[in-house]
Structures are given as structure tokens and as C-alpha cells.
T-cell receptor
């Protein structure tokens, strides 16, 4: 597709369950970012990939959160033992090379932990 | 403490009026500063991109300014329209993007 695609658009899960959120970046974009956005707040940085490697994962809140990008394209954000506080919109963005190149965002995945 | 602070948190103006949104940051160094518009339920969309050496950048009715010495940026919206109602987010970029909390703008008829 032409833009960044995130699936699912909505996910409701029970507390303690495992979830995976998927991001398909724009083709050819080497940089990929994950953010978490709570209601009324700006996006909070989670992790930044350059190619297949995590260039900066300092935003991951704890070891329940993990992200991969094995082939340098699609990325999956994985959350183990979900908690109600994990409920938020998870945004993915990609840019051609990172740094000063413009980033384009997906629509986000709204995660609700009940 | 957030490295990017925005003010005001929210703003209500009448259609046709102008407004200015503020952004103060401590991120250093940085390669560029961007303003994004985020409609409810959507991902952010870029409005302006400025490098640290630029002072001003316009995009239609949106004009962004940057003072790298004082680490301040502003977004000025002229002749506001109802469709301008959204959150406006200041983002400072080095290798990753650091977001402010945004200003929620409501334009009323």
C-alpha cells in the first residue's frame, strides 16, 4: 500500500494475555518507530528501528514489551502479561532514512485491556 | 520531565481568528523540528519541518518559527477554519522523534 498500515485497528484483550501489534511501513523506508498515545496526551516514544536493528529501545516501559523487525520491513510490537495500564493507541511511523527525513504515521492500533 | 513542552494545553477560538501555539524544548542536539496536526482517531500528519538553521517556514495558513538560541518554536494559524480543530504537536528530531503533549485547538463557528 501507499501508506503505513497497522493491524488490527482495534484490539480488546483480557488482563494477563499476550498481544501482538503489526506495522507495515512504507516500502523502502529503513526507519520505523513505535509510539504509545494515551487519551489527551502526545505520543510517547517506545522504540526506533534502523533496518533490522533496534537503534534505540529506551522508551520500552518494561520487559513485558518487545518489538522485532526481522527483515527490515514489517515490525511487530509484542506485549506480554498485559495490564489495564497498557490500554492506549499504539502508533507506528516510518521514514526513508530516519533523522531529518519526514516520518509518516499509521492510523494506530487501539488496545484495550479489560 | 518531558523534553518538549507545549502551551497552552487547550485553546478555543472563533472561526476566522488567528492563534499562536508555543513549544519549548530541551532536546539537544537536534536535526529538525516539526509541527504535526492530529485529528481525533487519526495518526499525526506533518505540517512543517524546520532544520535548526531555519527561522521560519510556512505551509498555507500555517507558519512555524524557530529560535534555536532560546529553544522555542511557535505555530501561527491565520484565518482559522472549523477543520483546523485538532491537536497540534511539536516534535523535535535527532535520531528519533520526541513529542510534546500537544495543544488541543477547537475552532467554533
Amino acid at each position: 500500500g501507499a501508506g503505513v498500515s497497522q493491524t488490527p485497528s482495534n484490539k480488546v484483550t483480557e488482563k494477563g494475555k499476550y498481544v501482538e501489534l503489526r506495522c507495515d511501513p512504507i516500502s523502502g523506508h529503513t526507519a520505523l518507530y513505535w509510539y504509545r498515545q494515551s487519551l489527551g496526551q502526545g505520543p510517547e516514544f517506545l522504540i526506533y528501528f534502523q533496518g533490522t536493528g533496534a537503534a534505540d529501545d529506551s522508551g520500552l516501559p518494561n520487559d513485558r514489551f518487545f518489538a522485532v523487525r526481522p527483515e527490515g520491513s514489517v515490525s511487530t510490537l509484542k506485549i506480554q502479561r498485559t495490564e489495564r495500564g497498557d490500554s492506549a493507541v499504539y502508533l507506528c511511523a516510518s521514514s526513508l532514512r530516519g533523522g531529518h527525513t519526514e516520518a509518516f504515521f499509521g492510523q494506530g492500533t487501539r488496545l484495550t485491556v479489560v | 520531565k518531558n523534553q518538549v513542552e507545549q502551551s497552552p494545553q487547550s485553546l478555543i477560538i472563533l472561526e476566522g481568528k488567528n492563534c499562536t501555539l508555543q513549544c519549548n524544548y530541551t532536546v539537544s542536539p537536534f536535526s529538525n523540528l516539526r509541527w504535526y496536526k492530529q485529528d481525533t482517531g487519526r495518526g499525526p500528519v506533518s505540517l512543517t519541518i524546520m532544520t535548526f538553521s531555519e527561522n521560519t517556514k510556512s505551509n498555507g495558513r500555517y507558519t512555524a518559527t524557530l529560535d534555536a538560541d532560546t529553544k522555542q518554536s511557535s505555530l501561527h494559524i491565520t484565518a482559522s477554519q472549523l477543520s483546523d480543530s485538532a491537536s497540534y504537536i511539536c516534535v523535535v528530531i535527532n535520531n528519533d522523534m520526541r513529542f510534546g503533549a500537544g495543544t488541543r485547538l477547537t475552532v467554533k463557528p
